[in-house]
């Protein structure tokens, strides 16, 4: 089973490879602060380096959807929309 560290790596690299297809300026960062485990998945939430960074409202992501890293295989994924409604009723997210 992963720890934390390894989960939370896996997800800045799959994150890194996915994110690349999204233009130029869609440099983004998982928020570790904001990463939690939850049934075997370890859920990783991301947003704009700038507004990480630098607290430029205008490049904060709306509708992004955070990797899930499954603690068994390593696998990686961005969860769905009723995952996220299910985080979000549960105040995970």
Sequence with gaps: M???EEAE???????ATES???GPS???RIIPEYCFTDGGRF????DHVDYLDH???????GGNL???VDLTTGSCRFIDWEEA???MERDLL
């Design 2 to 4: 992963l720890d934390r």
């Design 9 to 15: 790596r896996r997800a800045a690299e799959f994150l």
């Design 20 to 22: 690349k297809s999204w």
């Design 26 to 28: 869609s440099l983004v």
């Design 43 to 46: 859920i990783a939430p991301y």
């Design 55 to 61: 607290g430029h409202e205008d490049m904060q992501l």
């Design 66 to 68: 955070p990797v899930a």
């Design 85 to 87: 409604d299910d985080f």
